[in-house]
């Protein structure tokens, strides 16, 4: 592989541009149609939608240079879902920036839907991988970031994973080979949630210490809180501006997070509310 | 008959594709120097990437740059992708229908003497179950070259076998190949043989040996593993009466499994399996180990004589 070349985005911003006001406005809206989705669906996991709330948020509407209309822009910025099985906070903000119509959020995971369970790259306008099964998607957005160095394209990768996938091995051959190819334009982010499906990640599997595990791979690490925004707004530009070594944004967030009764309950990783307990959630969100 | 190594004529025709095609991009997992792709890593060391030791990050990446509009080929041996990569096979590359090439090498137990870790008799079985693949063994170096540059020449994901040792020579320079087409090696009209990869080349032999006792036996290459040339086995079938399937792999899910398959539903006719039944061999010298495990002209000899029996 060539020697990293510096690389200078010169696209257009993101075309939204949401402010901080209006993005957290964004956020809830997005947090809405989750919680109105996995309902109608009957199955899903609203936990690690609604923590990755904020994160995709900031992306899709501040971040990313996208354009709806041209899903396949070769210039886009491109943003992996690897914890698949948050699909849904994904296609809401995939609606809601105009990929397609926002009643199609309403089909998923029913027969012939393009919203899959877990997502599906063959079937819905702007998913970049077909994912759910954990630990590929930093392996999947590293094979992005070397295509745009070959080409000299100046498009910036990011992925999206969980704390408990960082319990795959993969993730840390990613990990590993992210910083030995010095891929700059590359950044991970964490949505560092604290649980997984039977439990706490510390019970299942400890990870810590997760940001000394992340440095010690040669990684640019960023600890923020997750569902702050002018912290993500300030983590993107810090990524972008690190040479010479990929970057990991440790975003802290609350699995559940905008539902009372969701928050740090290990039992909404992955069921669905009723239709009562749906009702109280929206409730909650107004 | 002359030799030549599949793996080498692989390296040296990947670097021909190289030449032809900028997009192309070749992954190996520490292994060039055993796949050969490391002439192409010498030529195009820009569009070469050494993965190092992480055979699953490789598929993932490979899957993520084909994304990205890239024709990319992935070499190792073929237990390290076939089998350790299951997974990444089949969302990463099979589901979404990408532009992914593995060519993996060491495949069976010719492998020899690296023993059971290193010998993939469960990877046709394996690579075969994957939608959107394209499965090819193919009989000689000659053919390798011609697989290679089918694969790269269409669209989705391959899996091509080849093998460790240099191989005999069933082709001449020349042979022009098409994907999915059975070749029919030597006619006959008393049985058929249908064999793929190192196979090809025992079963001529089991012919000549054959001929000399009145047995008429027509050999196929079936170099196309999937999708299956149906109509090939079918005539075959029809005009022969009785088939016999050899291949280097485990009784279920290879040629043998996919042949069966077809005739079952098309034209049943007494078949019979030269294989490596239900089991894992162990260190050896490549010849050893197939007359050991049952893949000599000899035994397909033997088997065809069970299946013109049954006719």
Redesign the interface.
Known sequence: MPKNTPLQNTSPGNKFNLSTAELKEMARKLRRHTITMIARAGSGHPGGSLSAADIITALYFRILRHDPDNPQWSDRDRFILSKGHAAPILYAALAEAGYFPVAELQTLRKMDSRLQGHTDRTLTPGVEMSAGSLGMGLSFAIGVALAARLDSRTYRTYALLGDGECEEGQTWEAALAAAHFKLDNLTAMVDCNGIQLSGRTCDIMNLEPLIQKWQAFGWHVIDIDGHNFDELLAAFPQAEKTKGRPTVIMARTIKGKGVSFMENNVAFHGKAPTPEEAERALKELE | MAEASTRETYGRTLVELGRQNRDI?VLDADLSPSTMTSFFAREF?????D??L?E???????????????TVFVSTFAVFVACRCF??LR??LS???LNVKIVATHGGISVGEDGISHQAIEDLALCCALPNFTVVVPADAVETAEAARAAAGTHGPFYIRLSRPRTPIVYPEGYRFTLGKAVTMRQGKDVTVMATGIMVATALEAADILARQDIDCRVINIHTIKPLDEGAIVRAASETGAIVVAEEHLAQGGLGSRVAQTLAREKPVPMEFVNLGDRYAMSGKAEELLQRYGLTAGHIEESVKSAVKRK
Request: hydrophobic share 40%.
């Open positions: 991009i060391p820009e569009r070469f990437l993965c190092g992480q699953q990050n490789m598929i993932s990446i490979a899957a993520g740059l084909a994304a990205s509009g890239k997974d990444q969302l990463c589901q979404p229908n």
